[in-house]
């Protein structure tokens, strides 16, 4: 294995790891704002995270195509076990690299469950909501009552 090819592949690390703090910093703000109920800007969040989650995507890919110049099988135990040959400063960025992953997939994780949540919530809220509207419906389209709790007499008449 040539420097050249090393120097690549520990470029290819280093970005990847630097853009998966920036992805775990982007969902902890995320989970902030679900946690405060601060719902406004989650629409912005989820923009950013799937550029992010894009970008992520193409480096680890990157990363991937590099790998496989010297590893025919990539799985984490022939990676570890090849980056440990040949790059110590690569097997920490690599186990770095792969703690991230799995602290984004668990924040990731989490902040699903608290929108389930949320919109469990809300879909309640909506139904009781919609049934109070449907009984507290006193008038019609027309202008007319359309309340008639079984008397058979309209409001106002006697």
């Given at each position: 294995?040539?420097?050249?090819?090393?120097?690549?592949?520990?470029?290819?690390?280093?970005?990847?790891?630097?853009?998966?703090?920036?992805?775990?910093?982007?969902?902890?703000?995320?989970?902030?704002?679900?946690?405060?109920?601060?719902?406004?800007?989650?629409?912005?969040?989820?923009?950013?995270?799937?550029?992010?989650?894009?970008?992520?995507?193409?480096?680890?890919e990157?990363?991937?195509?590099?790998?496989?110049?010297?590893?025919?099988?990539?799985?984490?135990?022939?990676?570890?076990?090849?980056?440990?040959?040949?790059?110590?400063?690569?097997?920490?960025?690599?186990?770095?690299?792969?703690?991230l992953?799995?602290?984004?997939?668990?924040?990731?994780?989490?902040?699903?469950?608290?929108?389930?949540?949320?919109?469990?919530?809300?879909q309640?809220?909506?139904?009781?909501?919609?049934?109070?509207?449907?009984?507290?419906?006193?008038?019609?389209?027309?202008?007319?009552?359309?309340?008639?709790?079984?008397?058979?007499?309209?409001?106002g008449?006697?």
């Open positions: 294995m040539n420097q050249n090819h090393i120097t690549k592949l520990l470029g290819a690390l280093s970005a990847e790891r630097v853009a998966l703090r920036k992805f775990i910093h982007l969902l902890e703000q995320e989970q902030g704002l679900l946690v405060e109920n601060n719902t406004d800007q989650l629409l912005e969040f989820a923009e950013q995270k799937s550029a992010q989650a894009i970008n992520l995507s193409k480096l680890a990157f990363r991937r195509n590099l790998l496989r110049e010297n590893i025919s099988e990539l799985t984490a135990e022939t990676i570890h076990a090849w980056l440990k040959t040949t790059s110590t400063e690569g097997l920490a960025m690599w186990q770095e690299i792969r703690t992953a799995e602290r984004a997939q668990q924040i990731n994780h989490t902040n699903g469950e608290l929108i389930q949540m949320k919109l469990r919530h809300n309640k809220s909506l139904a009781v909501l919609t049934g109070a509207v449907d009984k507290a419906n006193l008038y019609g389209p027309d202008g007319q009552t359309s309340f008639s709790p079984g008397s058979g007499r309209s409001l008449s006697g």
